[in-house]
């Protein structure tokens, strides 16, 4: 129908729009955040954008999800505001006739959401656990920064360097504090550089000296040097050995089906549900009122998205410990949203309209009163 394909192109061009708007935003958020980590040594600063370019797309099910609400409530409303849909009730037609074409819309967003849900978003949560653990196991090199204490990879020694010269090849004024074996000791000196000895590498220190104490004594030795040499870690190469929830695939969760499993099934499955049903509530809470003005449904969709999207990490946290059976919660939360969109809509297709028994008792009265 003709109505049905300029609805639908209607609700791309709506979606669309909001789509770019909240994937600014998010993208804005999660620069913000992500450079906050790596100011707090999470991330290498140069791998920023990369990992931003993972958050936004682990983000992106839940970013659909509400551009998908907000266009399907925002173009209804905007149909019942130009008395658009007087014109499609006249011709016989209710409120459950837009079901078709709303879904023919939809369809492939929801094959979208549960792709990204089930197979995206725990590849992308890999691949940021995955810089994560190559950064913390960086070696000594790679973490020395100018100006600044750092630590090494196994923390029994503290690097300064006041500066470096191009290249990060060498450097003045260096500082080294050690803690091995029983061992303290504080070496400086006045310049540095390094060197890459058969198959190892060396920080070669020129005219420094050297302090020395044991755990066990409290005699201080002091050497002067003109040039020594300290190995220095290289880069740990191994495999990350720990592997979040959040990054183990669908069918690893599904296999194994423990209680931290399946909270996770839950959220992934939870943003496809919730993308179906957002469609099916925003169609039954679609139209106009005068006195609350414009921007009501806009208000009751971020309302509605915010509740159920919590009931979606708090049920998470309720399966992983225990609390709620994983069926018992999937019926409750998304057969319940299902169920109530559904009466919503029903109630508006038929016109359905509830009588208080309040005001026959308060007719009732008043007739008394006169009689």
Do not use: C
Request: proline share 3%; no cysteine; charged share 20%.
């Amino acid at each position: 129908m003709l109505f049905h394909s300029s609805l639908r192109k209607e609700l791309a061009r709506s979606f669309g729009a909001t789509l770019v708007v909240m994937v600014t935003v998010v993208m804005t958020m999660t620069l913000i955040r992500t450079l906050g980590e790596a100011s707090r040594g999470n991330f290498n600063p140069s791998d920023v954008m990369i990992v931003m370019g993972y958050t936004v797309l682990s983000d992106m099910p839940t970013i659909l999800s509400l551009s998908l609400f907000v266009a399907v409530l925002s173009v209804l409303t905007r149909m019942f505001r130009d008395s658009e849909m007087v014109i499609w009730f006249g011709s016989g037609r209710g409120l459950m006739a837009l079901i078709k074409p709303l879904v023919r819309f939809s369809w492939p967003i929801w094959v979208i959401v549960f792709a990204l849900a089930f197979f995206i978003l725990p590849w992308a949560f890999g691949r940021i656990e995955d810089y994560r653990d190559k950064y913390e196991k960086r070696g000594d090199l790679a973490r020395i920064e100018p100006g600044q204490f750092q630590e090494s990879s196994n923390g029994d020694r503290v690097f300064f360097i006041e500066k470096n010269s191009t290249g990060a090849l060498s450097g003045s004024n260096v500082f080294i504090a050690t803690h091995d074996h029983g061992k303290e000791t504080i070496t400086s000196a006045q310049s540095g550089k390094i060197e890459t000895i058969g198959s190892d590498r060396f920080l070669l220190l020129q005219n420094g000296q050297r302090l020395e104490q044991s755990a066990d004594k409290r005699d201080l030795s002091m050497s002067v040097y003109g040039t020594y040499g300290v190995r220095v870690g290289a880069d740990d190469q191994s495999a990350r050995s720990y592997v979040p929830t959040r990054a183990l695939s669908s069918l690893d969760l599904l296999k194994n089906p423990v209680n931290q499993h399946l909270s996770e099934l839950t959220w992934r499955a939870g943003l496809t549900l919730a993308a179906i049903n957002f469609v099916f509530i925003g169609l039954g809470a679609a139209g106009v009122n005068p006195r609350v003005g414009r921007s009501a449904n806009l208000g009751f969709a971020f309302l509605a998205f915010v509740v159920y999207f919590n009931l979606l990490v708090l049920g998470k946290s309720w399966i992983e410990t225990g609390q709620v059976h994983f069926a018992v919660y999937m019926v409750a939360l998304h057969g319940g949203a299902f169920v109530l969109g559904m009466l919503l809509l029903a109630k508006r297709h038929n016109n359905w309209v509830l009588h208080w028994p309040r005001k026959k008792k308060t007719a009732a009265l008043a007739a008394k009163d006169g009689a």
